[in-house]
């Protein structure tokens, strides 16, 4: 039996060369990976060798030759090519190590675009994808996780099945073609041609199996994206508790995203990807009592966010409520201490930076749906009643308006202070989440602001807010009765601003 071995990553390879020699396996290998392993005391075949040509263009061509592909690529059960491998002296060889030049891990370290370019490797995809096609007669390790299953395969003189074969193909396959993938979308990047290509080709890393999905009788998994931003909850580093749910990592990127619009200090409280309540304040620990005060009750198995360090006070405070999960930048050392009480209480550390130019996906029957990050605000505010907003109403209209548009909708946000009130979500018409927010508001609605992250089709909802006592609102405007609308704020002394943007979170 003979074995190619090239590998960029050595993690293994010097174990099970060692143990391939000692099966009776003769090792060929190419250029730092036969340097290597001769450097280990192991006999090594160099392709150059079996070629009889040299590595030439700084070793950008090794392997592509007959008498490599030839030897992987020929069926064992077919007579014409067993002739052909007589006739030009062509030894089979049974097995394929191989894996990749790191393209991603340098483009992660480097900007040179010569060095980048120089780590697209074009030998090993070769390699693996030949012997891939060829996986009946040839097995193909791409990964050095596989290393000790096959040494335990060989030592127990088990037989290799046609199906733990086929196995390895496929895991070589996904490895060629997420590695394409991720060069793609490199340079996709580069050119600025990332939106909407006309054929769209992803790179996703399996993370980990995550507990369930949404549901116990649903599996799922977390991915992450190639060149995946820092500030990213796949990026989150977690702390404490027990492992994450599907439902915790949607819930704590909502919170993510929430929390990153805000330059003073925030909390945040996400239950079911929707805030249950939003408050700014220029100390962390106020911001966060005014959200827990905005929805006590469905904050309870919930999720919270804070752009500002967790400290001991703070971390005391959190204790105190049943947490699903607490997302912040940093914790001091107390802090972490107290929060490691709770057994259960998932906390992460993440970046809060903020990222720009994302695309966002959504997988539907058949097939899926890419657009861009909804990151744009407003180019203009028009003031479009007989009164404008006051200075305190005009940031409380602000801040609610960077609240709503992280709500499904049909969304309405209520706010005062800095703080949310009342937080209408996902709702069929406009009129429910805005009898939503003043039912819950209650006497706290008299002077609040809203926002809606939708025209009002009618002059209902704003009416119901109007009688509330809400002074101030916040709409995109492009409805054919804006007109309608208008009117009934000026009617009961409503300032209100138009943006000219919509928020729909489907």
């Known amino acids: 039996m003979r074995a190619l071995i090239s590998v960029s990553n050595k993690s293994g390879v010097v174990d099970l060369a060692r143990n391939l020699v000692q099966f009776g396996v003769e090792i060929i290998s190419t250029g730092g990976t036969a340097r290597y392993l001769k450097e280990h005391g192991i006999k090594v075949v160099e392709v150059s060798e079996i070629t009889s040509f040299p590595e030439i263009l700084d070793g950008r061509v090794k392997t592509l030759h007959p008498l490599i592909h030839g030897a992987i690529l020929a069926k064992r059960d077919s007579f014409s090519h067993a002739e052909e491998l007589k006739k030009f002296s062509i030894h089979p060889v049974d097995i394929v190590v191989v894996n990749l030049y790191p393209f991603k891990e ?187 005060r905005a929805d006590p009750m469905s904050i309870f198995g919930g999720i919270v966010a804070f752009n500002r360090e967790v400290d001991e006070s703070l971390a005391r405070r959190l204790n105190e409520i049943y947490l699903e999960l607490i997302l912040a930048p940093g914790y001091s050392e107390e802090a972490l201490d107290i929060l490691k009480r709770k057994k259960n209480l998932r906390v992460l550390i993440v970046d809060l930076s903020k990222n720009d130019g994302d695309l966002e996906f959504r997988k539907i029957s058949g097939g899926i749906l890419v657009q861009t990050k909804d990151d744009f605000d407003y180019e203009k505010l028009s003031v479009v009643t007989k009164r404008s907003p006051t200075q305190n109403e005009l940031e409380d209209l602000l801040f609610a308006w960077k609240v709503v548009k992280h709500v499904k909708s049909n969304a309405i946000v209520l706010a005062k202070n800095h703080r949310t009130l009342a937080i209408g979500a996902g709702q069929m018409n406009r009129v429910w989440p805005t009898e939503h927010c003043v039912r819950v508001a209650e006497k706290e609605a008299k002077g609040s602001a809203l926002a809606s992250d939708a025209f009002f089709p009618f002059p209902d909802a704003l009416e119901v807010a109007a009688k509330a006592g809400v002074s101030a609102v916040i709409q995109p405007g492009g409805s054919i009765r804006d007109d309608q609308v208008i009117k009934v704020a000026d009617l009961y002394n409503i300032a209100m601003i138009f943006t000219g943007t919509r928020h729909f979170k489907h």
């Open 106 to 292: 340098t483009v992660s370290r480097t900007d040179n675009m010569e060095e980048i370019v120089e780590n697209i490797d074009i030998g090993g995809p070769t390699l693996l994808r030949s012997a891939a096609k060829n996986f009946k007669d040839v097995l193909v390790l791409c990964d050095p996780k596989d290393y000790s299953w096959l040494t335990g395969k060989l030592s127990n003189q088990e037989k290799i099945t046609f199906e733990e074969r086929m196995r390895l193909a496929l895991k070589a396959f996904r490895h060629t073609a997420c590695y394409d993938a991720v060069i793609s979308e490199f340079f996709a990047r580069k050119s600025r041609e990332r939106c909407f290509p006309e054929v769209l080709v992803t790179g996703f890393e399996k993370i980990t199996d995550l507990r369930y999905g949404e549901n116990p009788h649903q599996k799922a998994a977390l991915y992450r994206e190639p060149f995946v931003k820092a500030s990213s909850i796949v990026s989150a580093k977690q702390l404490h508790g027990k492992e994450l749910s599907y439902n915790n990592v949607c819930d704590a990127d909502s919170a993510l995203a929430i929390v990153k619009e805000f330059d003073m200090p925030c909390a945040v409280a996400v239950k079911h990807t929707n805030p249950c309540g939003v408050a700014c304040s220029g100390d962390i620990h106020e911001a966060f009592e005014m959200a827990y």
